[in-house]
């Protein structure tokens, strides 16, 4: 991690931070094409250790921490994700048609607060060229889950219709499917988690998705009571878990005041609090029918231990890789065996979905 904090780090922020991110994947994709040292990668990265095994989705994750969507969009790289420590990986958003996204500039550092703002805009190269990815590289090591979203132009009245579509496209290519009803960068998206909307578009994701597991992926900006109603919404049409949560429109008590004021989703440290408290009410209302993965704010095992005390199943990083590099997923699961350690825990199972 010193080695990416001091090297690595400095000269990819001298770059645009989209710039940045695509190099990088790149050469995830070329490494992954060429399989060069992977044997050598897993050897450094991975930690091995039984009591961190998590069974979830009728799914067995070696590790609890996976990746967040958002990184690998278009499954260029789904392979090094696993090479690279994480217990899953989850690919996306994908829409069912390929569409550029939002104008650049559209990702921002936020170095003080180890946050980041996007508003990307659901920049997908399409479920059939994603699919196609996807074909040509599995099997995979890890769980691999695909996170689907309706393209811009497409009415929310017929949003079904695409989430349908793409599922229809990469059925049988992944584990599991994330509806992304919550990103704040597609207008008017979020109004798919009203319950009058939301369980018809689970019912008929699920009854598309076949055997392979449908979630839901959930804002962390609900007021009142109406979270709970759009899970008891995601209950009822059948979703076989919850994602909490997606990238937050709140500015609070962040130190970089300009940067603060560029639209998009935040992510990162100052997301922690507010996701961890959405992962909470999340489980007292499902009560542990369904799994919860854990996102949002997530840079350390203790964070990762607050979220799982909270109700968390499974846990997914994004900006933590960003700003602390590949050795933040060892780092984590080094950490929790420690944290198990102290608390005399033998099994991540005694607490995971436990919302203690």
């Not at 994947?25 to 450094?44: D, E, K, P, S, Y």
């Not at 132009?153 to 994330?178: H, K």
């Not at 009203?194 to 900006?221: F, I, N, Y």
Request: proline fraction near 6%.
């Amino acid at each position: 991690m010193s080695l990416y904090r001091e090297i690595a780090r400095p000269v990819l922020f001298r770059r645009d931070a989209e710039d940045a991110h695509l190099s990088v994947l790149h050469m995830l994709a070329l490494w992954q094409r060429l399989g060069v040292g992977a044997r050598l990668a897993q050897a450094l990265t991975h930690v091995t250790d039984p009591r961190l095994h998590v069974r979830a989705l009728g799914l067995d994750f070696q590790l609890p921490v996976g990746l967040a969507a958002g990184l690998d969009k278009h499954a260029e790289a789904p392979h090094a994700w696993g090479w690279l420590g994480f217990g899953h990986a989850e690919l996306g958003t994908i829409t069912p048609r390929p569409q550029s996204g939002n104008p650049r500039p559209r990702l921002f550092r936020l170095p003080a607060d180890e946050a980041l703002i996007n508003r990307m805009g659901f920049n997908s190269l399409g479920a059939a060229k994603v699919a196609e990815n996807l074909f040509a590289t599995r099997p995979f090591a890890i769980p691999i889950g695909a996170n689907v979203g309706k393209n811009k132009d497409t009415p929310n009245e017929a949003a079904v219709d695409d989430y349908v579509a793409a599922i229809e496209q990469l059925r049988g290519l992944s584990d599991w499917f994330t509806l992304n009803v919550s990103s704040p960068n597609t207008p008017d998206l979020r109004k798919l988690q009203q319950p009058s909307a939301m369980r018809a578009l689970v019912e008929q994701s699920v009854q598309a998705a076949g055997a392979t597991p449908v979630l839901v992926k959930v804002a962390p900006d609900f007021v009142d009571d109406d979270l709970e109603q759009t899970i008891d919404a995601v209950l009822e049409g059948g979703a076989a878990g919850v994602i909490a949560s997606n990238t937050t429109l709140t500015r609070d008590n962040l130190r970089d005041t300009a940067r603060a004021q560029e639209a998009g989703g935040l992510s990162g440290a100052p997301l922690k609090d507010k996701a961890t408290q959405t992962i909470r009410r999340v489980y007292a209302r499902t009560q542990g029918r369904v799994p919860v993965i854990g996102v949002g704010g997530i840079a350390t095992a203790e964070d990762a231990w607050e979220k799982l005390l909270a109700g968390a199943d499974l846990l997914q990083v994004y900006s933590a890789l960003i700003f602390q590099g590949p050795g933040v997923v060892k780092a984590i699961h080094l950490g929790l065996l420690d944290i198990m350690e102290r608390e005399g825990v033998k099994s991540i199972g005694e607490v995971v979905g436990q919302g203690t």
